[in-house]
C-alpha cells in the first residue's frame, strides 16, 4: 500500500500526483501497490500518526520494510529504488 | 497559568536549575529562544527537561520537539528525575512531537517541511503551551538546503515562536558535531536567541568535568565565567559563586571549638557560628583529632553534624577517636551525627560538591566537618580545585553552616597552604610537629581569626585518652620550648633564678656592708678631725702659754731694773 501525503493543493502536490499516477502506468507496478493520498491540512492526525516531515512524502507500509521518500517524485531512479522495483 | 498571564509575571522564566537561574538574573528570557549548544553527552536535553519541568510544576503546559531522542526515553527520564512524566504525558499537558527522521528515506524531488510547522503549531495549540523545548533540529538533514543554509521553513518556525510569544530553548550541537549543527546554531545566535549558553565538558584524571558558560542574554547581565556543573540520576547541580553572600547574615553566635583553652585564645567562646575554619598541619599532627572535639562538642549541645571523611572510613574513624577520649557513636546512632567517608576520586570535582551540598541541604546539618580537603588536590587543575573549594565554602556560609577543615601539609617550611583555600576561611589554626632532642612536640598557632581578637600565641598540646589538652604558655627565655626539653629547660631557669636571687641577696648585703664601711670610715674620719682639732686648739693655747709667760718674765725683768 502507498499512501501519498500532502499538503492542500500547492504545485508540488499536483505535481506528485502526476508524477504517481504515470509510475501507476506500469503493469508491474499496478500489480504490485496500491495508492491513496492524504492532505495532512484537512486530516493532520494522520500526519501525526505517521511521523510525516515533509510534503509531498510517499509512504510505502506494505511489503516491509516501511520506506518514506520525498518530494514530488520527479527523481524516478530514487523513486524506483525506494519502492524496491528494478 | 496561560501564556498571557505568564508573559505579564515575569520577563524571566526558571529554568528549573537554581544554580543556572542565579547565573541568569532569574532564568531564561521570557517569551524568547534561547539557544543551548554542546557537544554529544554535554547535557543539552537534560537541561531543558528542567526547563519544562519547572513549567509542569508550575501548572503550564509545554510541547517537547525531538528530533533524537524516542519520545518515551525522554518522558522516562523525567520520570527518572523523580517527576511524574508519564501523568503528564497522558493528561495532555506534556506532548512531545517526534520528528525523528528515519536513515533509510529516500528524497525522490522538491519538497516543502509544511508538515513540520503544522505539527509543532497544532501541539502547541492544543496544549495552549508556553513553554517549547526543540531538541537536536540539526539531525534534520532535509530541513537544510545544500548551500548550507537553514531552509525557509524553519525561518517561518522560528518567526512563529517568537510571534506567538513562546518561551523556548533550542539545543544544538556545535560545528564539530555536524555541519548542520554549526549552521543551525549560528543561524539561531544571529537571529533569534535572546540568550546563548554553550556547554562542554572535559576529562581529566579520567573523571568528567562539565563546564557552563553563558555567551549571550539580551536584556540584563549574566554571570560571564565558566561554572562547571555535574549531572546525575537526580539532575543538574550547579553551584554558582554568587553575590547573595556579600548579604549573607553575620552571625554574632558563638559554638565551643571543645577546647577551653582554644575558645580563650579566641577570645573566650570559641568560633562564630557559620564560620568556617581551617586546621593545617602535617600527616600525624592531630587536625583529625581537633575537627573531631569540636564536633563532639558541638553534639553534646545537641546540635546536628556531618563528618566528610575523604580518606577514613566510618569503623576507622570511630576506632581512631574512641581512644583519645571522643566518643562519636551515640551520636552516629542517635542520627545527630552523619559521617560521610567519600574517596576524592570516586567523582568528579562537581559531583563532589552535589553530592555535599544536597546532604546538607536534606539534613539541616548545622555542623561540617571536612577532613581533609587537600585530599583533593590530585583532583583537578589547582585553579579548579581551589574554584570548587571556594564554592563550597560560599554554599556552606550561606547555609550558615559552622564548618572546620583541615588541610594537609607535605612539607613544613613556612605555614603555606597547599590550595590556598585559607585566604577564604575565617579562622586558620596550625598544628606543627616539632621535633627536638629525640621527641616530637605538638604546637599550635592560630594564624588568622577573622572578626576576633585571636591569640598570637604559640601554644603546646597533647593528645590524651581523655582528648586535647592544651598545655599552659610557657614564655621562656630566646625561643619556644616543649615537650622533654621545656622541662629541662624550666629547671635551668629556675636554676639560674635561684642563682641570680642569691646574688641579688650577696649585691644587697655589699650594699649595707659598704654603707657601714663608710659610716665606719666616717667616724673615723670624724674622730680624726676632731683629735686633729683638738690637738691643734691644745698647740694654739701651749704657744699662748708661751707667749703669756714670756711677757710675765719680760715684765719682771723691767721691774727689777727700776
Known amino acids: ?57 510517499l509512504v510505502k507500509a506494505t511489503p516491509p520494510p516501511r520506506c518514506l521518500i520525498f518530494g514530488d517524485l520527479s527523481e524516478t531512479e530514487s523513486l524506483l529504488s525506494g519502492l524496491g522495483i528494478p | ?55 509542569l510544576q508550575a501548572g503550564e503546559s509545554v510541547v517537547l520537539v525531538t528530533c533524537s531522542e524516542p519520545p518515551e526515553h525522554l518522558i522516562d527520564y523525567i520520570d527518572g528525575y523523580g517527576f511524574p512524566g508519564t501523568e503528564w504525558a497522558e493528561d495532555g499537558r506534556l506532548r512531545v512531537v517526534d520528528l525523528r527522521p528515519n536513515p533509510g528515506d529516500i528524497v525522490a524531488g522538491a519538497y516543502e517541511l509544511t508538515p ?85 565538558q572535559r576529562v581529566e584524571n579520567r573523571l568528567m568535568t562539565r563546564v557552563l558558560r553563558v555567551v549571550k542574554l539580551r536584556g540584563g547581565g549574566h554571570g560571564t565565567d565558566e561554572y562547571p556543573f555535574s549531572m546525575d540520576a537526580r539532575g543538574v547541580g550547579i553551584l554558582p559563586v554568587s553575590d547573595v553572600l556579600l548579604n549573607a547574615e553575620a ?38 583529632t581537633f575537627a573531631a572535639q569540636f564536633c563532639k562538642a558541638a553534639l553534646n549541645t545537641g546540635r546536628r553534624a556531618l563528618f566528610v571523611s575523604f580518606e577514613e572510613s566510618r569503623t576507622e574513624i570511630l576506632r581512631n577517636m574512641e581512644p583519645v577520649g571522643i566518643d562519636l557513636a551515640p551520636h552516629l546512632a542517635d542520627g545527630s551525627l552523619d559521617i560521610f567517608p567519600i574517596r576524592p576520586t570516586e567523582v568528579g570535582l562537581e559531583s563532589h560538591l552535589l553530592n555535599l551540598a544536597r546532604r546538607i541541604d536534606e539534613n539541616n546539618h ?25 564554592r563550597l565554602i560560599d554554599f556552606l556560609k550561606l547555609r550558615g553552616a559552622t564548618t572546620v577543615m583541615t588541610e594537609l601539609i607535605k612539607v613544613q617550611v613556612n605555614p603555606v597552604d597547599e590550595i590556598a583555600v585559607s585566604s577564604l576561611t575565617n579562622m586558620w589554626i596550625q598544628l606543627r610537629s616539632v621535633e627536638s632532642n629525640g621527641e616530637f612536640n605538638r604546637l599550635l598557632y592560630i594564624l588568622k581569626s577573622r572578626g576576633l581578637p585571636g591569640s598570637n600565641q604559640v601554644r603546646e598540646f597533647r593528645i590524651t585518652s581523655q582528648g586535647i589538652v592544651i598545655e599552659d604558655m610557657y614564655i621562656g627565655t630566646g625561643s619556644m620550648v616543649f615537650g622533654a626539653e621545656r622541662a629541662a629547660r624550666m629547671a635551668i631557669e629556675e636554676e639560674e633564678t635561684k642563682t641570680r636571687d642569691a646574688t641579688l641577696q650577696r649585691v644587697r648585703e655589699a650594699l649595707d656592708i659598704e654603707q657601714k664601711a663608710f659610716e665606719a670610715r666616717q667616724k673615723e674620719i670624724d674622730a680624726e678631725h676632731i683629735g686633729r682639732m683638738k690637738e691643734l686648739e691644745s698647740e694654739i693655747r701651749a704657744i699662748e702659754r708661751r707667749i703669756a709667760t714670756d711677757q710675765e718674765a719680760r715684765a719682771d725683768v723691767r721691774r727689777s731694773r727700776k
Request: hydrophobic share 40%; with cysteine.
Open chain 1, 1 to 57: 500500500m502507498l499512501t501519498l501525503y500532502v499538503a492542500g493543493r500547492t504545485p508540488l502536490s499536483g505535481r506528485a500526483i502526476g508524477n504517481l499516477g504515470r509510475l501507476f502506468e506500469r503493469s508491474d507496478v499496478r500489480s504490485r501497490f496500491d495508492w491513496e493520498v492524504v492532505d495532512i491540512l484537512e486530516h493532520p492526525d494522520a500526519a501525526e500518526k505517521a511521523r510525516i516531515l515533509v510534503t509531498p512524502t
Open chain 2, 366 to 390: 548545622e555542623i561540617v566537618v571536612l577532613d581533609p580537603v587537600s585530599a583533593f588536590i590530585d583532583m583537578g587543575q589547582p585553579m579548579e580545585v581551589k574554584m570548587m573549594l571556594l
Open chain 2, 116 to 200: 513540520i510547522l503544522l505539527r509543532v503549531e497544532g501541539a502547541v495549540k492544543m496544549s495552549g503551551a508556553t513553554r517549547l523545548v526543540v531538541d537536536m533540529l540539526e539531525n534534520l538533514d532535509i530541513a537544510f538546503q545544500d548551500s548550507g543554509r537553514p531552509r525557509k521553513e524553519l525561518q517561518q518556525l522560528f518567526d512563529w515562536v517568537t510571534e506567538i510569544g513562546l518561551t523556548a530553548i533550542m539545543n544544538c550541537g556545535t560545528p564539530q558535531v555536524s555541519r548542520n549543527a554549526g549552521i543551525l546554531a549560528e543561524y539561531l545566535a544571529e537571529y533569534y536567541a535572546g540568550c546563548v549558553i554553550k556547554l562542554s
Open chain 2, 251 to 288: 552571625s554574632t553566635e558563638r559554638i565551643s571549638t571543645g577546647l577551653a583553652e582554644l575558645d580563650e585564645m579566641l577570645g573566650g567562646e570559641g568560633y562564630y557560628a557559620g564560620s568556617i575554619t581551617m586546621i593545617s598541619g602535617q600527616a600525624g599532627s592531630g587536625k583529625s
Open chain 2, 1 to 55: 497559568m496561560n501564556r498571557s498571564e505568564v508573559a505579564r509575571s515575569s520577563s524571566k522564566l526558571s529554568s528549573g536549575i537554581v544554580g543556572l537561574d542565579s547565573i541568569l538574573m532569574g532564568g531564561y528570557p521570557a517569551r524568547r529562544a534561547s539557544l543551548i549548544m554542546g557537544e554529544t553527552g554535554s547535557g543539552k536535553t537534560t537541561l531543558s527537561l528542567f526547563f519544562l519541568i519547572s513549567g
